[in-house]
C-alpha cells in the first residue's frame, strides 16, 4: 500500500532493493515471506518506520494485558484501503491542502455513513 501511496513501481522499489520486480510482487501477495533485514531495507526504501508494516494487527490472546493503555486496542480493517479506490481516495483526501476543507468532507463521509447504516443501505443510497 505505502508502495502504491508514494507512486513507486514493483520494478523501481526491486531496482532499489536489488530484486526483480516478480521477487517484489512474491512479497506484496505473500507467497513469500520477508526476513527482518530485508523488510527494514524496505521500509528504508518506502520511507517509514518498520512498525508501520503492523499497523492494525492485534495481540493473538486478546486476555494478555495491554501495558499502560486504558482502553482495548480497536482493530482497523486495512483490506479497503489497499484497493485501487481506497489508495484513490486516500491519496485525493491528503491533496486536499486546507485542513478545513478536510475536516468538513470528513464530517460529511460521517454523516453519509450514518445514514447509510441507519437505513441499512450499504451503498448510501447510491443508485
Known amino acids: 500500500m505505502r508502495r502504491m501511496l508514494i507512486g513507486m513501481s514493483q520494478e523501481r522499489l526491486g531496482d532499489q532493493l536489488g530484486l526483480t520486480f516478480q521477487q517484489v510482487q512474491k512479497y506484496e501477495k505473500g507467497a513469500n515471506r520477508i526476513g527482518a533485514s530485508r523488510l527494514y531495507q524496505i521500509a528504508r526504501t518506502l520511507d517509514v518506520p518498520v512498525d508501520y508494516f503492523y499497523d492494525g494487527l492485534e495481540l ?5 494485558e495491554t501495558g499502560f493503555s486504558e482502553a482495548p486496542v480497536s482493530s482497523f480493517n486495512l483490506d479497503m484501503l ?5 489508495i484513490q481516495l486516500n491519496s485525493t483526501f491528503f ?14 463521509m460521517k454523516v453519509m455513513a450514518e445514514q447509510s447504516v ?4 450499504p ?3 447510491a443508485a
Open 60 to 64: 493473538a490472546d486478546t486476555d494478555q
Open 118 to 121: 441507519a437505513t441499512g443501505d
Open 95 to 108: 491533496a486536499i491542502a486546507d485542513p478545513e476543507i478536510r475536516k468538513r468532507l470528513l464530517d460529511l
Open 82 to 86: 489497499s484497493t485501487s479506490e481506497g
Open 123 to 125: 451503498d448510501g443510497g
